[in-house]
């Protein structure tokens, strides 16, 4: 029998240890659970100007929060480089996020150098940005221009008190709205509209936001309230399931069950009977889909996350930094994801409180959405 492979949950801290025995740097991987490697998102920045109350609510992001310092960030370069490796496992999509993506100076430019990667079969690779829209009307063209291909926009409410109850920064509906359009008018699309759903405080809007955005270019989906990171007070009596989202809009507006773009698709799909578009739920807290998640997570300052509830990462930025070969880090992202057997939300239904007591989730605005 061929020699074992070291596996990587040997640790120097959360520094991966490099195996002895080096793989070739390619090759498609799959999990514990056979799920294989497909999507990379992206935290560029743990800084946002919304203090939205479902993922960085002012009592804890305050103006004394200790963020970042630029130089424990990954640069361009870095970012490219990881990417790249990622790449080679059979990533085909890259989803950047925050914090807020737009806030990151000079975004154009990583999107430039991502958007000439290629992946394993040879088609583009499909490179993506969630965006809360506050800067989106002055930069969705040069995003386009410098090869982004779709957004995904965060908007929580019409309703203009309530939206800014959500966002907790007085940012307007309107202004919002206005780079939702801008991003349409570059060629971003399809845009995806991402409300989250938060039980008392703005669940009177799944109906006027299933309207507005009925008929439009605008793919609107509904996400049920999730409790990561440990800040957000989280509730399961707050949360509203996406069955009940989907029954309210189709007593309404009749609704049928669209089948899955492609496997592992966070978003349950139904279109309207007339014709006239489709929504999309995510389930994670009633209906976990943790058997077919294929993402992968890169925190801000390179740590690399498995799991979006995970309570700790493996800091590739050291591997970088230490001058590590391609093959090298290759070899540990692969042993990394063989490894995992990440599945927090299917756990969660029957283990709540067990699973929530002493845990020091990671942040969202940390690992990104």
């Known amino acids: 029998m061929a020699e074992k492979i070291i596996m990587m949950a040997e640790r120097r801290g959360d520094v991966p240890v490099i195996p002895t025995t080096l793989e070739t740097p390619t090759g498609l991987l799959s999990d ?45 370069e870095e970012i490219t480089r990881v990417a790249r490796l990622f790449i080679a496992h059979g990533v085909e999509k890259i989803r950047l996020t925050g914090g807020e993506p737009l806030l ?37 063209q040069s995003l386009k221009d410098a090869g982004l291909q779709r957004v995904t926009v965060s908007l929580d409410a019409l ?37 989250v759903v938060k039980g008392g405080m703005n669940d009177q809007q799944i109906l006027p936001m299933a309207r507005h955005f009925r008929g439009s270019p605008y793919i609107l989906r509904f996400i049920e309230y999730m409790d990561v990171g440990a800040s957000n007070g989280w509730k399961m009596d707050e949360v509203i399931p996406s069955a009940e989202v989907v029954r309210r809009i189709g007593a309404e507006l009749p609704l049928e069950p669209v089948s899955a773009n492609y496997a592992g698709e966070t978003a349950a799909r139904w279109r309207y009977t007339d014709g006239s578009g489709e929504i999309g739920v995510i389930s994670s807290v009633s209906q976990a889909f943790c058997a077919d998640c294929t993402r992968a997570r890169l925190s801000t300052e390179g740590k690399l996350y498995t799991c979006l509830f995970a309570t700790s990462g493996h800091d590739l930025r050291a591997l970088l930094r230490e001058g590590r070969s391609d093959t090298e880090i290759s070899t540990a992202l692969a042993h990394l994801w063989r490894a995992r057997g990440d599945r927090y939300s299917a756990l969660r239904t029957s283990q709540t409180a067990a699973l929530r007591r002493g845990a020091n989730k990671v942040e969202m605005s940390y690992i990104g959405g």
């Open 32 to 76: 514990q659970l056979a799920r294989p490697l497909h999507d990379l998102r992206i935290s560029v920045t743990d800084r946002c100007n919304f203090r939205c109350v479902y993922c960085m609510p002012k009592a804890v992001f305050d103006n004394d929060y200790p963020y970042l310092p630029h130089t424990a960030l990954l640069s361009f």
């Open 104 to 140: 990151r100076k000079h975004i154009e430019r990583l999107v430039g150098m991502l958007a000439e990667l290629k992946t394993v079969s040879g088609k583009p690779l499909d490179l993506t940005l969630t965006t809360n829209a506050s800067l989106l009307a002055r930069k969705a």
């Open 159 to 195: 309703d203009n008190a309530t939206f800014q109850r959500m966002n907790d920064v007085d940012f307007s509906v309107d202004d919002v709205l206005k780079g939702i359009d801008a991003a349409h008018q570059a060629g971003l699309g399809p845009i995806k509209i991402n409300m």
